[in-house]
């Protein structure tokens, strides 16, 4: 079965939910995974798009599939993204958030959204800083789901921080004006 637009629809109706929810960021020594966790009380974040920080528009061409997708950069390193307007926060797998150093205690997973199988478990995070082009956005809301979800989706928690995102024909531009 095909998880992947149950999980978008979810990730729409149910994630709005997780950003309600308090998040702190702790990050490790530089030879130790970022750890993140949703467990202790505190303001909820709120992307935020650093000043001066876009000089061009990126334009992406849809894929065969028919879908855009993106690279985006956390720390350097890079990841790509489904771009899916309708998921609320950037969705990310287990194995990506791995990869990105995005610690995240497995005991923590818990019930996030509801799909059409069932609930869609997984963890709050919060991701300090992401780059598309030239445009970084920080503290941006985002789920782990460590299973399930086949590729990672730049959701709205990202995609709100940019001054455009539109779509004309073969072609999505995601910029500044």
């Not at 894929?63 to 993106?70: P, Q, R, S």
């Not at 985006?72 to 307007?85: I, P, Y």
């Not at 309708?86 to 996030?112: K, M």
């Not at 509801?114 to 789920?143: C, F, K, W, Y």
């Amino acid at each position: 079965m095909d998880l992947k637009l149950p999980l978008a629809a979810v990730l729409l109706t149910g994630a709005a939910t997780g950003l309600l929810l308090p998040v702190v960021s702790t990050v490790g020594q530089p030879d130790q995974p970022r750890v993140i966790d949703a467990a202790t009380p505190t303001t909820p974040r709120v992307a935020t798009a650093v000043p001066d920080a876009w000089a061009e528009n990126v334009v992406l061409t849809r894929e065969m599939d028919g879908h855009f997708y993106a690279d985006v950069a956390v720390d350097g390193v890079s990841l790509h993204m489904l771009v899916d307007t309708g998921a609320s926060v950037v969705a990310l797998t287990g194995a990506d958030a791995e990869a990105l150093g995005i610690g995240w205690d497995p005991a923590r997973v818990a019930p996030v959204a509801q799909g059409a199988s069932g609930p869609v478990e997984g963890v709050n995070v919060v991701i300090p800083a992401m780059t598309l082009g030239d445009h970084e956005a920080r503290n941006v809301p985002a789920l782990v789901i460590p299973e399930g979800l086949e590729v990672s989706l730049l959701g709205q928690s990202f995609l709100s921080t940019l001054g455009q995102v539109q779509m004309s024909g073969e072609h999505m531009v995601l910029g500044n004006t």
